[in-house]
């Protein structure tokens, strides 16, 4: 841990430093200068996700998952609340537009600093020591190694992780980038461009993350359980949790992928009421982005697998192609007049579906019991399919009976959720045990399973 938290400490000092010093430049790269006093805002948030990232790995690495949760909780609200209000104040104070944004952005720096506050005081105070939590859990004691020697070992293991993740984040400035400058070549001036990169990013992007970042703590939790297995060479346990893990990916995301594809606008005229124009723009975008929720998540599982396998280098081969994909074909559809923007969502569409095909393939080679592909992907599929499906055609209908609102849509969100938790359960894509995971769950699942003692 303190190895862990030099070396975060470092990186996040001079990342933060040259992203302050070199913020004119950095915007003037991606084509909007006018985003340099963003660019200053947001640099120290850097600093505090590195330092907070040693703690939070510490205590993910005694499966101890709650200062994780609440801490990014406290981010979050510290973002949404602190980036609101500071944008408010400046706006009653006529503050000009890139000053506004940047105490906007201010506030996810906040938030990060807060989070990163709490994280130290549960250090501190809760003094969650490796020896109590080793006795607990039966560890083997572990031979003395010296500073240097642990480096090297943190850096074999960060460096190609830290990589696959930066990929991520590099395919948002490819599409900042080409959007900006892309557009400019088909005749949009300025003006235009930060009107329908504004929507991509505050409309289309954030709700098409959300069901990401929600199977994201499915590769938290899977990577200390599948290393454990792994090293004990306990191929029943391993094959267990890459099955789980795999499993609860594609049944969550599958029909989250679908829906969004199908209901684009409907979700955001919903989350978004009153901004029509942008809603315009944004909906055929996020509709395209839908089709990669799927893969974004299977990408976020398979990229943890790899590395509870200790192929840290494998997602890097597979990130490698995919951003070689993106952007070749980001910037060729993006330059086709009739295409225009819609290239952003499309290259990540290609690029998420190249690298989770290629994960899927280091994946099931590694696998020591072999993987049922079946169950695993087409029985969801056609759960999926079917009950979205279903409720498209009910929400046609519904639109005609009934005018404007969005009860129409809410009806249909429900009769697709209720339609894919018995399709899910009928062809045996979710079991009694998987619902038992779910809040108030176990009863659900105990009439399931007396339903099947009966039959």
């Known amino acids: 841990y303190r190895c862990a938290s030099r070396i975060f400490l470092t990186f996040g000092i001079a990342a933060s430093a040259l992203m302050i010093f070199f913020a004119e430049e950095l915007a003037a790269l991606i084509g909007n200068p006018a985003a340099k006093e963003c660019i200053v805002a947001i640099a120290p948030t850097l600093l505090f996700v590195c330092l907070s990232g040693a703690i939070r790995g510490y205590c993910q690495g005694f499966e101890y998952m709650t200062p994780t949760a609440l801490s990014q909780l406290i981010e979050a609200l ?17 503050y000009s537009l890139p000053t506004v944004s940047a105490l906007a952005v201010l506030g996810i720096s906040i938030g990060s600093f807060i989070s990163l506050v709490y994280l130290w005081l549960v250090k501190r105070l809760k003094r969650i020591e490796s020896r109590e939590l080793c006795d607990n859990q039966g560890c083997k004691k572990a031979r003395n190694i010296s500073s240097a020697e642990t480096v090297i070992k943190l850096l074999r293991i960060a460096l190609p992780i830290t990589l696959g993740s930066a990929v991520i984040g590099l395919t948002r400035i490819i599409d900042m980038t080409l959007i900006m400058h892309r557009l400019g070549d088909v005749g949009l001036d300025s003006a235009q461009r930060n009107e329908i990169y504004g929507a991509y990013t505050t409309l289309a992007l954030p709700v098409f993350s959300l069901i990401p970042a929600l199977i994201a703590p499915v590769s938290v939790a899977l990577v200390p359980q599948l290393s454990a297995f792994v090293h004990k060479r306990d191929e029943r346990g391993e094959g267990t949790v890459l099955e789980n893990s795999l499993r609860l990916t594609v049944i969550l995301a599958l029909p989250a992928s679908l829906g969004l594809t199908a209901f684009a606008k409907p979700i955001l005229e919903l989350l978004f009421s009153g901004q029509s124009e942008a809603i315009a723009v944004s909906a055929p975008l996020l509709s395209v982005l839908g089709g990669s929720v799927l893969f974004s998540c299977l990408m976020t599982t398979t990229n943890a697998i790899l590395q509870a396998y200790k192929r ?11 951003v070689a994909v993106k952007l070749i074909s980001s910037y060729a559809l993006m330059g086709v007049d009739s295409i225009g923007v819609m290239g952003a969502p499309l290259g990540s569409l290609l690029c998420n579906l190249c690298v989770t095909i290629i994960n899927l393939a280091f994946v099931f080679s590694l696998s020591r019991e072999g993987l049922d592909s079946w169950r695993l992907f087409f029985k ?12 498209l055609a009910l929400y046609a209908y519904l ?10 849509f809410a009806i249909s969100l429900l009769a697709a959720v209720l339609l894919y938790l018995t399709l899910s359960l009928l062809t045996g894509s979710v079991t009694a045990k998987d619902l038992s995971l779910l809040p108030f769950g176990e009863r659900l699942a105990l009439r399931v399973a007396v339903r099947k003692e009966k039959k």
């Open 78 to 94: 510290g973002k949404l609340v602190l980036g609101i209000l500071l944008a408010s104040l400046a706006i009653k104070r006529g």
């Open 312 to 322: 840290p280098w494998l997602p890097i081969i597979s990130m490698a192609v995919g």
């Open 380 to 391: 969801p599929l056609i759960a999926s399919v079917l009950s979205v499906g279903g409720a």
């Open 399 to 408: 639109c005609k009976i009934i005018n404007g609102g969005s009860l129409p």
